[in-house]
């Protein structure tokens, strides 16, 4: 059984950014950093900064649309032994259960689908909301 101490989230981050991929970078090399301040190994390190990055960079140019006038909240949370990070856009959604599948040879040369795949890959478990314009990741030290 857990302690206590051990479900207080070490470092968390609640923010909600414009539609702009600058921004995005920016908070995303503080969690990255943050991660391995943390003493976070390389593996898990670099599989928090691929998922992040494609996490809120489809919600900037797919969800939002690189619209100005859209934000994307995100909330971050780091325990000693887990990370979770939920994204959510302002866009009209989609359902990730029906995004191709980039690995098949006729999908092979479509642009989409291969954000979704690595976040799924890269994380322990990925959850997306109905209206599939919020995902909840997590990752186990």
Request: charged share 30%; net charge negative.
């Amino acid at each position: 059984m857990k302690s206590n101490q051990e479900e207080i989230a070490r470092w968390e981050l609640h923010q909600e950014i414009p539609s702009d991929t600058r921004v995005a970078c920016e908070l995303i090399r503080s969690v990255v950093s943050t991660v391995e301040e943390l003493g976070w190994d390389q593996a898990a390190t670099f599989a928090v900064h691929m998922a992040m990055e494609e996490a809120v960079m489809n919600s900037i140019k797919h969800g939002n649309r690189r619209d100005p006038s859209k934000f994307v909240k995100i909330d971050v949370q780091i325990f000693a032994e887990h990370f979770v990070a939920t994204i959510c856009d302002e866009g009209e959604g989609f359902d990730p259960d029906n995004v191709p599948d980039p690995r098949c040879d006729e999908n092979l040369e479509l642009c989409s689908g291969r954000g979704v795949l690595l976040i799924r890959q890269f994380m322990d478990e990925v959850v997306y909301d109905q209206q599939g314009r919020r995902v909840t990741m997590r990752k186990r030290k």
